[in-house]
């Protein structure tokens, strides 16, 4: 086999056999099943709590509806420098600060006598007034640049935004309203916890082992060393599995209550609400233009929803200040205080919305001028970063833009709304958006070994989630020293062979393949053979005079110091950019959508889309295809599908089950044709790699919205587009 084959990736058959083993795949000797009972109201106090009934189910071994804080302390939360997605932990005390907040953990012999003693637990409350919407009774505004004065929570502001807004011959002012949606992995959330000794070990998937690893030996208040966590390909993350969940802390108490394994798996209903989700956010925008289209200046104004006992950062002008070379720019980020889990991180969290939000309004000033979208896109491009002056370490978006009008056709498109229609009658629409997504890095250790038989075994920083890591590491290697991606042994994510670091915000390829590259070199350095061509790896050990060889290496982000490597070695955040000292990273993206919308019924189809990206150099150019068709359906189903309905009654979410949270499927996707400029970018990293996960989502939403508005002559505001919202402009 050739080792750069682009077509092969090195977990296929494992994924499609089912031989992949995940977080919760182990069966230990006596392992014990574990369920959580649930609050009931949304805000208030737990008067006392009834176990009487669940304790008189044959096999249940131990409830736990209170843990002292001597023996569970605060994990912290992820963004103010500790380990969980919020730092309010359930079971400590008697508040309860969201609905479905667990109240009781059942243990038992078997899953069925855990799940029905779950349900025999009742309780009584003192309940409180809430808010769960943004325009909620109660819910409470800050200022973001005044409740978290840090330099990356700063509203930006680059010349002056209002006076040229106010003097623009074109002025454009727009309100967009983001829903509440949740991440739905397919795999739940969950743990296998055993203690063996003094040792705690947890299998569990994630995408930061290191935090799990950190912040339970914090709550627990014993020795990192002495906890070993393993996270084996996750089925599926999209921010939601970022950092430590709080049920784990008291499933390594409820294990040493009972000396026994301990397994746990939240039920769907469940991880809507004990994990994160993407918040609901609105946003004002306005954008200012003369008469040719030239933008003059942006202002983009949000409130972000957040929880009461976390303030979850809002970080969407980041982008939006950067999609074009507006030189007047100005943000302002607020954050609302609500009665539910702290919010988190989904795909793409703040640059899908704000992205919209922007996009929408540009396509606006396209209409309004009389340009072509795609020309007054690629006539305002941007030749250095508008925000801080420095040079961009790549920026291909206007080649994107070209190679995808190409490809799509837009040549054919006739500009008027309702001018285009299909022979079934069908309103056609074509619409265009540009994404950007920052390029982070974090620090890593790889560790490479090959054995007397020429097999490479490579562990680093960095967890499998799907979007292919494994496959770029193994096409790294197999590419450097000519030998069969096959004969490369990955092990991923395992605290006991290299520090981890959170995988997320598309840095986990830019963050392993530099330190892979760097252990490559020194690899090669030990075994004495030249810096580049295959080598005969037998013979070089061999000649080593060892049973094997092993090497060690490092690799920090651009502009960072040894601190930020002990950090990771700590399990907290530790990524730079998109601004590093000399340059400006990030990764871009075009999407065409065709879009087709029956005349009696007003279901909207997307029959095409042409997405084409930059990202750097393509690590592995199977996965890269995959990952940009994956974003790409994210974004249709976020036009058009996915809300979480918010009960402004009792709290909580209404269509907490894949029944009622509506993703899209196989019959909504059709044609998606994906392509990559494919420029490495050696600024950023000596591999030339930028991210691409969250790229691949960026944009598609505006692009499916911006065609609905060529179909039907009217805009649409709100996510998701329903069908009652288009039948009334047919």
């Known amino acids: 086999m050739n080792p750069a084959r682009a077509d092969h990736r090195v977990d296929a058959r494992a994924k499609v056999t089912g031989a992949l083993r995940y977080g919760v795949d182990r069966a230990p000797d006596?392992?014990?099943?574990?369920?959580?009972?649930?609050?009931?109201?949304?805000?208030?106090?737990?008067?006392?709590?009834?176990t009487t009934a669940a304790q008189r189910v044959p096999g249940v071994q131990v409830v736990i509806t209170r843990i002292?804080?001597?023996?569970?302390?605060?994990?912290?939360?992820?963004?103010?420098?500790?380990?969980?997605?919020?730092?309010?932990?359930?079971?400590?005390?008697d508040q309860i600060a969201y609905r479905g907040q667990p109240i009781a953990l059942v243990v038992a012999d078997t899953l069925v006598a855990a799940t029905e003693a779950a349900e025999l637990v009742t309780a009584r409350y003192a309940e409180e007034p809430f808010a769960v919407t943004l325009d909620g009774p109660g819910a409470e505004t800050l200022v973001q640049a005044q409740a978290i004065p840090l330099p990356m929570t700063e509203d930006l502001a680059v010349g002056d935004a209002d006076r040229a807004f106010a003097a623009a011959p074109v002025q454009v002012d727009v309100e967009i309203h983001g829903p509440p949606q949740h991440q739905v992995p397919m795999e739940l959330i969950s743990s296998v916890v055993r203690w063996r000794g003094d040792t705690l070990v947890i299998h569990e998937g994630s995408q930061n082992s290191g935090a799990i690893q950190h912040g339970v030996a914090q709550q627990l208040g014993i020795d990192p060393a002495t906890v070993e966590m393993i996270s084996p390909p996750v089925g599926g993350g999209f921010g939601q599995k970022n950092s430590l969940q709080p049920h784990i802390g008291p499933l390594a108490v409820a294990a040493r209550r009972v000396g026994r394994p301990v397994k746990l798996v939240l039920t769907r209903t469940q991880v809507f609400h004990q994990a994160s989700f993407r918040p609901a956010s609105r946003h004002r925008v306005r954008v200012g233009a003369d008469s040719s289209g030239r933008l003059l200046a942006a202002i983009h104004e949000i409130d972000q929803q957040t929880s009461r006992q976390d303030l979850f950062p809002a970080l969407y002008t980041e982008?939006?200040?950067?999609?074009?070379?507006?030189?007047?720019?100005?943000?302002?980020?607020?954050?609302?205080?609500?009665?539910?889990q702290t919010p988190g991180y989904m795909r793409a969290p703040f640059e899908h919305i704000a992205t919209f939000a922007m996009e929408s309004a540009v396509d606006q000033v396209a209409y309004a001028t009389g340009q072509d979208p795609v020309a007054l896109r690629l006539a305002n491009d941007a030749d250095r970063d508008p925000v801080t002056g420095l040079p961009f370490s790549s920026r291909h978006v206007a080649e994107c833009l070209r190679r995808g009008a190409k490809r799509f056709g837009w040549a054919d498109r006739t500009p008027q709304p309702r001018s285009m229609r299909a022979a079934d009658g069908s309103l056609v629409g074509?619409?265009?958006?540009?994404?950007?997504?920052?390029?982070?890095?974090?620090?890593?250790?790889?560790v490479l070994c090959v054995d007397g038989s020429g097999t490479v075994s490579v562990?680093?920083?960095?967890?499998?989630?799907?979007?292919?890591?494994?496959?770029?590491?193994?096409?790294?290697?197999?590419?450097?020293?000519?030998?069969?991606?096959?004969?490369?042994?990955?092990?991923?994510?395992?605290?006991?062979?290299?520090?981890?670091?959170?995988?997320?915000?598309?840095?986990?390829?830019?963050?392993?393949?530099?330190a892979v590259h760097a252990a490559l070199r020194e690899l090669r350095r030990q075994l004495g053979v030249p810096d580049t061509g295959p080598v005969d790896l037998r013979g070089a050990v061999a000649a080593s005079g060892r049973p094997e060889v092993e090497v060690r290496a490092s690799n920090l982000g651009a502009g960072q110091d040894a601190s930020a490597m002990d950090r990771i070695r700590n399990g907290t955040l530790a990524f730079a950019g998109p601004a590093y000292p000399d340059f400006v990273t990030f990764s871009y993206?075009?999407?065409?959508?065709?879009?087709?919308?029956?005349p009696l019924t007003g279901q909207i189809r997307v029959p095409r889309v042409v997405s084409v990206a930059d990202c750097g150099r393509v690590a592995s150019p199977v996965t890269a295809a995959s990952q940009l068709r994956g974003g790409v359906i994210w974004g249709i189903g976020a036009a058009l599908r996915e809300q979480s309905e918010v009960d402004p009654r009792y709290g909580g979410f209404l269509n907490a089950s894949y029944e009622g949270y509506?993703?899209?499927?196989?019959?909504?996707?059709?044609?998606?044709?994906?392509?990559?400029?494919?420029e490495p970018d050696p600024r950023i990293n000596p591999v030339g790699v930028k991210g691409l996960g969250e790229i691949s989502m960026v944009g598609v939403?505006?692009?499916?919205?911006?065609?609905?508005?060529?179909?039907?002559?009217?805009?649409?505001?709100?996510?998701?587009?329903?069908?009652e919202d288009v039948l009334p402009v047919l």
Do not use: K
């Not at 074509?430 to 790889?446: H, K, L, Q, R």
């Not at 509506?662 to 494919?678: E, G, S």
């Open 30 to 50: 006596d392992l014990a099943y574990a369920a959580f009972a649930v609050a009931t109201i949304n805000r208030g106090r737990v008067l006392d709590v009834d």
């Open 701 to 723: 939403a505006a692009a499916v919205v911006n065609a609905v508005y060529h179909a039907t002559g009217t805009r649409f505001t709100r996510l998701p587009i329903h069908i």
């Open 662 to 678: 509506p993703i899209a499927v196989n019959a909504d996707i059709h044609q998606i044709d994906v392509d990559f400029v494919d």
């Open 589 to 598: 993206a075009a999407h065409f959508v065709e879009v087709r919308i029956a």
């Open 459 to 514: 562990a680093v920083t960095g967890h499998e989630m799907g979007q292919g890591i494994s496959t770029a590491v193994a096409r790294l290697v197999a590419g450097d020293l000519g030998v069969e991606p096959d004969a490369v042994r990955l092990d991923l994510a395992d605290s006991r062979r290299t520090p981890q670091v959170l995988t997320a915000g598309s840095w986990g390829t830019a963050t392993a393949l530099p």
């Open 319 to 340: 982008v939006s200040s950067r999609l074009y070379g507006i030189t007047n720019f100005r943000g302002l980020q607020r954050l609302v205080r609500t009665d539910v």
């Open 430 to 446: 074509w619409g265009v958006a540009i994404g950007a997504y920052p390029g982070s890095t974090c620090p890593a250790v790889a």
């Open 68 to 93: 002292d804080r001597d023996e569970l302390g605060s994990q912290g939360f992820v963004m103010s420098g500790g380990y969980g997605f919020q730092s309010f932990q359930p079971l400590v005390g």
